[in-house]
């Protein structure tokens, strides 16, 4: 690999030598397995992923004059060819492609992988690839769940994948503004920490924020769990800078602008399409005197929703709001560690004994709803926003859990992925889908995407499980986040199980009058559904913009449409 580019393992999630995750600590986690997967975790043969040694990795098809030309833009030390890195880069980390990866199912791998490691180089890669006609896929962090770095199974010509892990730093700081200008390769935890040392922060933290970057965010229009305070990454940036074979698209840092159709939203999430980000302008905040994260208890999915509506309506205006379903509220607790000290098992006592406080007064302690809210700003100011959001929690039946769950919700927000790769390892599938809708369908939807994913688990003959939180509050509706989870069958397809749940839960959000995805982007994995979310003349309207930026179909084909 590249010196100082850092990288995931090349079979799951994360760095290797992140410890997987852990359930023996668990008390409630083999059990809550057992009952809702039919998995017995004690008994179930754990089949790990294999040595890349042991897989068919197919050759590079790059000629010695392919690599020649790589070589003279960005170094012979920053063009890679070995089994590992390319392998790295063949895909993202979506539930197909860690499956394809692990059975070592290759069919396109990239023929070289380079780093380039400025603007320029990266300008003259893409200008090179036009003329010889290259395939260009642009890599940030490998996250992407939605088959947005793949090449076409039947590509033919020469795939280069462009890493831009090297070119990683801030350029320049506007603290009048407050606005940054940064390069496109840095990942999160990064960009946070070179921000506060200056006393900033983006405020941008999506779930894969540990191994995604700024150009990744960019590229499929992401979102952060902090969105109701810092906004989307489309209202984050400011301005950009993107690399084309022709040239370099330079989109200044002003607040608005009102010059045509907005070439900055063409660009953004357009997942390589157009060509490669190399520099983004993002809007910073002074980092907040006090971050408080409260739990609240809900006795139904029905008054929290409504109760989270009525805060996004109230003259509260907190970091993020978050409310799980029933079924995710009791994976939660299922997950919660054993008490080992005399503080712990106390406070575990007062959990239990809550819950029998509620019985007595009517709830059903099985359809209650766990919710996180976050407060930023002075004491003066959490204190109002705290005030606000309690009243409104107990008009609508809710109780306050306080801020020692909250704040065990804050350093455990980016564990939840490393829980794939251990089911995976047991023959598990566990993934998610996202969407958005208007407040007035959320409930509906809710409804009707388990109903949906129930059927779905029905005609594989597999028992599943299916969770949900929403999260990201807008004026007009929010994000309804989906977890599915079910035991792949000895005998039949892995791929067409995962695609019947996967299909039936996508097609149910366009039924129901929701988004096909709400930050995860399009890829290849929700592709065939951007007719019935664009309607036809819409997929036209963007299928004239791709051709016309690239009529060779040399950067990154068969994304986003076809």
Known sequence: MAPDVKHQKWWGWGADGVPEFNYTNKPAFAPFVKENLGLDLANAPVVGPPSLDELNVPESRASEDDLAGLRAIVGEENVE??????????????????????????????????????????????AA??????????????????????????????????????????LEVDEHSMLARVQAGILGPDLEDALAAR??????????????????????????????????????????????????VALRDLPSTSTGPSVREMIIGSEGRLGIVTEVTIQVHPLPEHRDVIAYMFPTWDKALLCMHAVARSEAHPTFTRISDAAETSFSLSTQKAPTTTLKKASAFGQEKLWDFLRLRGWDTDQMCLSYVCYEGSAKHNAREKKIVKDLVAKHGGIVLGGSPGALYDQKKFDTPYLRDFLLDRRTIGDVSETAAPWSKLAAVHRRVREAAGRAFDQI?????????????????????????????????DLAQYD????AIQQCFIDCGATLSHHHGVGTEHKPWMAQDLSEPGVDLMAGLFHAADPGANLNPGKVID
């Open 500 to 503: 019947a749940v996967k299909s």
């Open 461 to 493: 003959g597999r028992q599943g499980f299916i969770m949900c939180h929403m999260s990201h509050s807008y004026h007009a509706g929010a994000c309804l986040y989906f977890t599915f989870a079910f035991v792949l069958g000895e005998d039949a397809d």
């Open 129 to 170: 690839a036009s003329e010889r006609n290259w395939v260009v896929i642009p890599f940030g962090g490998g996250t992407s769940i939605s088959g947005s770095l793949n090449a076409p199974d039947a590509e033919e010509r020469t795939v280069v994948t462009v890493d831009l892990g090297r070119m990683n730093r801030v």
């Open 199 to 248: 006393g900033l922060t983006m405020g941008h933290v999506p779930d894969s924020f540990t191994y995604s970057t700024l150009g990744g965010w960019v590229a499929t229009r992401s979102s952060g769990m902090q969105s109701d305070k810092y906004g989307d990454i489309a209202d984050i940036v400011k301005g950009l800078r993107l690399a084309r074979p022709g040239g370099v």
């Open 81 to 126: 060819l070995d089994d590992e890195a390319r392998i790295v880069h063949w895909a993202g980390r979506s539930v197909r492609d860690l499956l394809r990866t692990r059975r070592g199912d290759f069919t396109r791998v990239p023929d070289a992988v380079v780093y380039p490691g400025d603007e320029e180089e990266t300008r003259a890669l893409l």
